[in-house]
């Protein structure tokens, strides 16, 4: 699997032309040859075209398209201050070191709190929940904020339903899935976990309602996106399933983790290389396939 580095300039280039194809046929690609779909957002979407691809993957520009005029609504509403005041004090915290969100007040962190706001006006039941902060940070540095809020729309809705609502029934049954698959694609890490008693509420919470953004680098984080919104939450039970072997998978490696303490420390130090591009996207996309493409998890609607 080829880093996005690394590709020649004239393939890039041959890709976008793909792309562009695609998404001025959309309908009909998602309709007649989803598979050949699927393939190239596996090998990446081009940089260039990511925002409109992941817009269109999502079904945020149909939802916006169905909702003409909804987003400006809620942006000029002034929102329930209790919501707003969690939202700001979370803004600076998201991607601090990227030039959009560098800056108290920049455009950046103007922009998520429009967009976050204006999902607490649109969901008013379910409100804010500081997981989606990172999500919609991720949207806006490819998008504007509306299409950013729809896109956040679908991922809440669609992708990952269930997971920002208050009592966080859906990801602990995912996290329970995800221990169940584990058992079959490796038995001595579901054992070490089992034997100490590491709930995986513990460990995944933050790689499943974050889709990852806050676990890997940036450029594994846009590889995994590509396919995460085009196949669905199956993908984020993959990344987490490598993680989990690679970490956990062999003697020597449970040598190092006697206990809970120190297994969980090790989960939340990842080795580099596990996460690396390259390798991640390999084995996402080869090893656990037969395994988490028979399941259809329950929040895979």
């Known amino acids: 699997v080829t880093r996005a580095q690394d590709i020649p300039p004239a393939v890039l280039r041959q890709r976008e032309v793909k792309w562009l194809d695609m998404l ?11 598979n050949k779909v699927r393939l190239r957002c596996q090998k990446g979407i ?26 400006q609504e809620l942006d000029s509403q002034p929102g329930d201050p209790k919501w707003l005041d969690v939202i700001e004090k979370d803004l ?25 706001k204006a999902y607490t006006l649109y969901r008013p039941e379910e409100g804010y929940c500081q997981a989606q902060a990172p999500i919609a940070a991720v949207l806006l540095m490819h998008m504007p904020a509306e299409d950013a809020f729809w896109g956040l729309v679908q991922i809440c809705e669609k992708y990952l339903p269930g997971y920002y609502s208050p009592g966080l029934e859906a ?4 996290g329970e899935i995800l ?19 590491i709930d995986p509420i513990l460990y995944m919470t933050e790689w499943f309602m974050c889709a990852f953004s806050r676990t890997l680098p940036w450029a594994s984080v846009l590889r995994v996106w590509d396919m995460f919104l085009c ?45 690396q591009e390259g390798f991640l996207v390999r084995e996402v996309r080869c090893g656990y396939a037969k395994c988490v493409t028979a399941k259809q998890p329950v929040s895979l609607a």
Request: charged share 30%; hydrophobic share 40%; aromatic share 12%.
């Open 179 to 197: 221990f169940a698959l584990l058992r079959r694609v490796s038995p001595p890490a579901f054992r070490h976990l089992e034997k100490h008693k």
């Open 231 to 275: 196949d669905g939450v199956k993908i984020i039970f993959r990344v987490g399933l490598v993680l989990l072997k690679c970490m956990l998978g062999t003697r020597e490696k449970l040598k190092a983790c006697q206990g809970q303490y120190e297994t969980m420390e090790l989960l939340r130090a990842i080795e580099p290389r596990y996460m």
């Open 24 to 34: 001025s046929h959309w309908d009909k690609w998602m309709i007649k040859r989803f």
């Open 46 to 71: 081009p940089p260039a075209l990511r925002g409109r691809a992941w817009l269109y993957l999502s079904g945020g520009k149909v939802k916006r398209e169905q909702n003409q005029g909804k987003f």
């Open 171 to 174: 990801i602990q049954l995912d």
């Open 92 to 116: 600076h915290r998201q991607f601090p070191f990227h030039e959009m969100f560098v800056s108290r007040g920049g455009h950046g962190q103007k922009d998520l709190f429009r967009v976050l």
